[in-house]
């Protein structure tokens, strides 16, 4: 890495006597961290008002990223430059928003490794490897990322891909407890950022697509204790219901659900309101997707798709609101939630906000959970628009899909999880949106297989690719939440981008998949400062200072199954990972890029193979191993392109599927899932994408 001048004891100090006496003592103690204050509930209440520091996933418990900083504006952001930056071994997973307390900066990377550095000059001070059981990466839809750590009095916790809760020292890494949070062995996964509340850790999981039932566990931070859960969907009713929001649940819910789970996993978005007491979950999708055979007589299948409130003091069931009832299109209301305080209507109101994947903007009551207002942000032709109660007006053919139907937005979303940020200066709400939509077709003879995915897509009709996605579109948005209409966009020649960070110096910044890391003008989207990195950014900025200087800082490298040749990005996204950190008159530099990839070659290897083989291979790719290696054989270059397989790796195709033999590079052995002619089949279809990607089929 390269190295920032080292900062000076006394600056430090000095440093760290002002947040203590900023912050108070701790009433547990020295639980400190070098000697700065601890972060504890008082100061995360309150985090809005610590300037210099990240202290939580959204910066404070609103969760706006919005800084209140200024060395770094319109004026001066010409002399922004790169101040340090650290490999992370990887492009895979980085998806993480950093943290900083008090001059240390903590980060999660791919197989939830947890990383510490000094803020101000990047030496590196810790790794943790929590020792991920790497085969369990079968179980996890959108590969092996992780979303970022939390801090709470002296500690450092992260999620593991192998569902443990993690909690180690912030001034060593040395591990202090952990705790299973799911059944060990499951079809479960953690890729999302912790969050604390009233002294407790909160986690929730995913895997709704491998047929599970979601929940969020709260653990007591010090100890790891299982302090409630909440479950987000009803269970077996022969085994009686946790609670009575759950007893009310079943009743919309019709058919076995329970047999594939339901779904509604909670993997990514949870907001805590320490005024209210409350904790808002976002929801996720049903387990299939298709509401016809999940529950086929009907009901809104609660709470899937929903924004669930919950008391932080014990789970209980406060408030929900649905966004898309009867989930049928994998309209996932995980994306990311956030609460402000706007004036509808002559009159202030506490409002949680979200963008989920269905495409409409929603403003909610937070106290109430009553619907305020709803837009669409994107084009969409599932749902004509919202009614006055808050229900969306339904596309009956696209709930009904008797035939076919090209659905938008696709499964990815009109907004994923990508972090958005609200600047109260301006009162807009900054976004990444996307354009797409998918062919969905049901699979009427679908039954539950607990060793794969639960989709319930019919792959093969009519020779079409169902589940294959439209090319996208993309933009950044500049939204109002009170007139519920969009303000400024700019358009991406590449169509996937990061999360946002907006600033008190009128700057917001974002990352692109085609690796640019851009401010723009937070009033009308104009350019002012451009930084070009090799491998794109998917996670949010985030902006912090140390002794007067303010940093930029941004993880960079790809993560997800984003197969981005289908999107026009060109053949492969190569190049390393990395922490990126700016500073004004910052001057470190990278290594020379890696070169391209060079063309696709055709293949050698000879299989003895029909065109039924590969049609054959080509559901089954769809099944197992479209999640890592990309839709049609083609990977953004995260994870192996299948269709560079080389001849010597080809002879020994089925002891790496079946027999484990890359297990320690992350590729599960998939022996009972798949037998040794299936096998054959996919690798004809790998060998028949091969020879059309070089223009021979």
């Known amino acids: ?305 929903s924004i669930l409130a919950v008391r932080a003091s014990d789970g209980e069931y406060v408030w929900h609101y649905q966004t898309t009832p009867a989930d049928n299109w994998d309209y996932t209301a995980t994306q990311p939630l956030m609460l402000a305080e706007l004036e509808i209507d002559g009159r202030e109101r506490k409002v949680i906000m979200q963008a989920p994947k269905n495409g409409f903007f929603y403003v909610i009551d937070r106290e109430t959970g009553e619907f305020l207002s709803g837009e669409a942000f994107a084009d969409v032709n599932w749902a004509t628009g919202i009614d006055e109660d808050g229900r969306p007006i339904e596309n009956p053919a696209a709930r009904s899909l008797e035939t076919p139907m090209h659905v938008a937005p696709g499964p990815n979303g009109s907004h994923n999880w990508h972090p958005m940020s609200y600047s109260p200066q301006t009162g807009y709400v900054y976004f990444p949106v996307y354009e797409h939509s998918m062919l969905h077709a049901i699979d009427e003879d679908w039954e539950y297989d607990r060793s794969t995915i639960n989709i319930g897509a019919n792959f093969t009709y009519d020779g079409e690719t169902v589940g294959e996605e439209m090319p996208m579109v993309g933009r950044l948005v500049a939204w109002d939440p009170v007139s519920q209409q969009e303000v400024w966009r700019v358009e991406h020649p590449n169509p996937l981008s990061g999360g946002t960070l907006s600033t008190a110096s009128g700057l917001v910044f974002q990352g692109r998949a085609d690796g640019q890391l851009r401010a723009y003008r937070a009033t009308d989207g104009h350019l002012l400062w451009s930084f070009q990195h090799e491998t794109g950014i998917a996670a949010a900025p985030v902006t912090y200072a140390v002794d007067g200087t303010q940093y930029v800082a941004v993880m960079a490298g790809w993560g997800g199954p984003e197969v981005l040749i289908n999107m026009g990005l060109g053949d492969g996204a190569t190049g390393p990972g990395r922490l990126l950190v700016f500073a004004l008159d910052g001057a470190a530099t990278l290594p020379e890029p890696m070169p391209p990839l060079p063309p696709i070659e055709a293949p050698t290897f000879e299989l003895a193979a029909s065109a039924t083989d590969v049609e054959a291979g080509e559901e089954l790719y769809g099944l197992n191993c479209w999640g890592c290696h990309g839709a049609a054989a083609a990977s953004g270059g995260i994870t192996p392109d299948l269709r560079r397989t080389t001849a010597d790796v080809h002879a020994v195709f089925e002891d790496i599927v079946l027999g484990g033999q890359r297990a320690a590079l992350g590729m599960p052995p998939f022996d009972d899932r798949l037998n040794p002619d299936e096998v054959r089949q996919i690798q004809a279809y790998v060998l028949s994408r091969a020879r059309e990607s070089v223009g021979e089929n």
């Open 1 to 305: 890495m390269h190295l920032a001048p080292r900062r000076s004891l006394a600056a430090f100090l000095v440093f760290s006597l002002v947040g203590t006496l900023a912050c108070g003592d701790s009433d547990r103690g020295i639980d400190m961290l070098g000697g700065a204050g601890a972060v504890d509930d008082a100061r995360l209440a309150n985090a809005d008002a610590d300037e210099e520091n990240w202290l939580t996933y959204g910066r404070t418990y609103k969760e706006q990223r919005h800084s209140p900083l200024t060395q770094i504006n319109e004026a001066t952001i010409g002399r922004l430059g790169l101040a340090w930056w650290a490999p992370m071994g990887t492009i895979r997973g980085l998806e993480a928003t950093p943290l900083v307390v008090d001059g240390k900066i903590f980060v999660t990377s791919s197989w939830s490794i947890m990383h510490a550095f000094d803020a101000a000059t990047g030496e590196q001070l810790w790794t943790y490897d929590p020792q991920v059981n790497r085969a369990h990466a079968r179980y996890v839809c959108c590969d092996v990322v992780n979303r970022g750590p939390a801090f709470y009095r002296g500690k450092v916790y992260a999620g593991t891909i192998d569902g443990r809760m993690v909690s180690v020292a912030a001034e060593t890494g040395e591990l202090v407890w952990e705790t299973q949070t799911t059944p060990e062995g499951e079809a479960y996964a953690v890729t999302g950022a912790p969050r604390i509340a009233d002294g407790k850790i909160l986690i929730g999981n995913g895997g709704a697509e491998y047929g599970v039932r979601g929940y969020v566990t709260a653990y007591d931070a010090e100890t790891g204790e299982e302090d409630w859960r909440v479950y987000t969907v009803p269970g077996d009713p022969a085994d009686g219901q946790e609670t009575a929001a759950l007893e009310e649940a079943a009743k919309t819910w019709s058919g076995d659900w329970w047999q594939a789970g339901g779904g509604g996993t909670a993997w990514d978005s949870m907001v805590y309101d320490p005024e209210l007491g409350l904790v808002y979950i976002g929801v996720g999708n049903g387990s299939p997707w298709y509401e016809r055979i999940r529950s086929p007589g009907g009901g809104d299948n609660l709470y899937l798709s």
